[in-house]
Nanobody, 119 residues
Framework: VQLQASGGGLVQAGGSLRLSCAVSGSFDGDYGIGWFRKAPGKVRGGVACIRMRDGTTDVAYSLKERFDISRDNSKNTVFLQMNNLSPEDTAVYYC?????????????WGQGTQVTVSS
């Protein structure tokens, strides 16, 4: 299983970005995809997750009003829409797959994509 995260970049405060996580490889059953982020000097934190089977989502409480997660099952791709970005959102964003179909134990991780928000 491979995960390819993309869509990061440099954006001004107040701007938006949409990250993509493309999942490929051979696996059975359903899966869940989570987004995480790691800022310099901080621990990695969970951002959002989605269960591909039914589309149910969880978004970190502090990010609910600005971030949204969605999926395209036909393309095995998950999107993270990030709006009204602030410098505090600067981090490397990673996607990960839970092959049990949940948003709990992540078996595979992508390489990360850098998001930098300038003030």
């Amino acid at each position: 299983v491979q995960l390819q995260a993309s869509g990061g970049g440099l954006v001004q405060a107040g701007g938006s970005l949409r990250l993509s996580c493309a999942v490929s490889g051979s696996f059975d059953g359903d899966y869940g995809i989570g987004w995480f982020r790691k800022a310099p000097g901080k621990v990695r934190g969970g951002v959002a997750c989605i269960r591909m089977r039914d589309g149910t989502t969880d978004v970190a409480y502090s990010l609910k009003e600005r971030f949204d997660i969605s999926r395209d099952n036909s393309k095995n791709t998950v999107f993270l829409q990030m709006n009204n970005l602030s410098p505090e959102d600067t981090a490397v964003y990673y996607c990960a797959a839970d092959l049990d179909g949940n948003c709990a134990g992540y078996d595979y991780w992508g390489q990360g994509t850098q998001v930098t928000v300038s003030s």
